[in-house]
């Protein structure tokens, strides 16, 4: 079983950073073998793809966010982190952190979201 904690999020300015952590507490499985992903959902919108880090360490970004956001790991500690910086009102939303894992020891796990509003 693997539970994800979320924190950071808030109100925040046009052109502001925020920072947001995802803490995996996983009893008998490994933080470092999950792929980790943020994901967004707008209000009366899709949940959507923001970044993901691998567990090679490699990433992709959304390309609205590419330039803008950071996804980082850090497995020592079992956190994954989305450094967020020049945020623009449309990345108002909620955030969500997912741990997935493959066959065959498979789990995919989410997050209790946080809210990122961007506002002046």
């Known amino acids: 079983q693997v539970q994800l904690v979320q924190s950071g999020g808030g109100l925040v300015q046009p052109g502001g950073s925020l920072n947001l952590s995802c803490s995996c507490a996983?009893?008998?499985?490994?933080?470092?073998?999950?792929?980790m992903t943020w994901y967004r959902q707008a209000p009366g919108k899709q949940r959507e793809l923001v970044a993901r880090?691998?567990?090679?360490?490699?990433?992709n970004y959304a390309d609205s966010v590419k330039g803008r956001f950071t996804i980082s790991r850090d497995n020592a500690e079992n956190t994954v982190y989305l450094q967020m910086n020049g945020l623009k009102p449309e990345d108002t939303a909620a955030y969500y952190c997912?741990?997935?894992?493959?066959?065959?020891?498979?789990?995919?796990?989410w997050g209790q979201g946080t809210q990122v509003t961007v506002s002046l």
């Open positions: 997912n741990a997935y894992r493959g066959l065959p020891f498979s789990g995919n796990y």
């Open positions: 996983a009893s008998g499985s490994s933080f470092r073998t999950y792929a």
């Open positions: 880090i691998l567990t090679d360490g490699s990433t």
